[in-house]
């Protein structure tokens, strides 16, 4: 028989496998959803760079896309979670909240021009994406923090080309930072 | 008075099966995240698996992805059960109910 000491540090490696399990099945989902949202991003970058004027149309689409993918991924992999109808509404309630919220700080107190819409939404993202990380994990953070640090760099520093700058930073930098994700 | 269970005991054996009990039943894990969710090496690895599989604590389940031979573990109901009996005699020790 053992003694408490050892019983305590045998309980805590199994709260500690626990955790990197969960963290683990946590970060290969959201490696896939970073994954699909960078190639999304990516895209409406190009086409807001190359054909500026239908820039609107692509970021609705994108934007539709991406909550679309997010509940497919849903659907496909649903929560082992005793209140999970519950968690799915909160999860809708979060994206209408965070795009509510972003139309109101870019169309109704500030009137934001291409370029402003170009650093804001994905400063906004990455805030989130930040703040997620105190919780669930170092990847979110690091993610959330690297693409803000260059969407600010390209958005004092680079000329015409931003939209392109954001396409490889926030859409290739999602891609790259979901497979590193998946990794971790 | 409840004994801890010999076979989950071992260290290494404790981790796989905490890590496998983690994950909603029959679903398992694949060799690869097995050893760096556990940090033990292939060997390592390979021989504990075996030692529960005969106990009948986990059943694994080789399959070709592509041309990638893959290796997936899941911890049986009669291993979930003993997991739960050990976690159980291990509080059982902290709370002083046994000695």
Known sequence: ?184 | MAELDDIIHQPLRLKIMAALNALPQSTGLEFARLKKLTGATDGNLGAHIETLAKAGYVSVDKAFVGKKPQTTVTATAVGRGAFARHVATLQEIIAGKQV
């Open chain 1, 1 to 184: 028989m053992i003694d408490s000491k050892e019983a305590s540090a045998a309980l805590a490696d199994i709260d500690d496998i626990v955790r990197r399990v969960k963290q683990s099945q946590l970060y290969d989902l959201a490696s896939i959803a970073a994954v699909w949202w960078g190639v999304l991003v990516f895209a409406g970058n190009v086409v807001t760079w190359l054909w500026p004027v239908y820039a609107v149309y692509a970021w609705v689409a994108v934007d539709v896309m991406g909550v679309g993918g997010l509940v497919a991924l849903r659907l496909f992999n649903p929560p082992h979670h005793p209140h999970g109808a519950a968690f799915g509404i909160r999860l809708l309630l979060v994206f209408v909240l965070f795009f509510a919220f972003g139309y109101l700080c870019t169309n109704v107190i500030g009137h934001f021009g291409p370029r402003q819409l170009g650093a804001f939404w994905p400063l906004y993202f990455m805030l989130f994406y930040a703040l997620a990380g105190l919780w669930f994990g170092y990847a979110f953070v690091a993610i959330g923090l690297g693409i803000s640090a260059l969407t600010l760099i390209g958005f004092f520093y680079i000329g015409e080309a931003f939209p392109l700058w954001m396409a490889f930073v926030n859409g290739g930098g999602l891609i790259i930072g979901g497979l590193w994700m998946r990794r971790s």
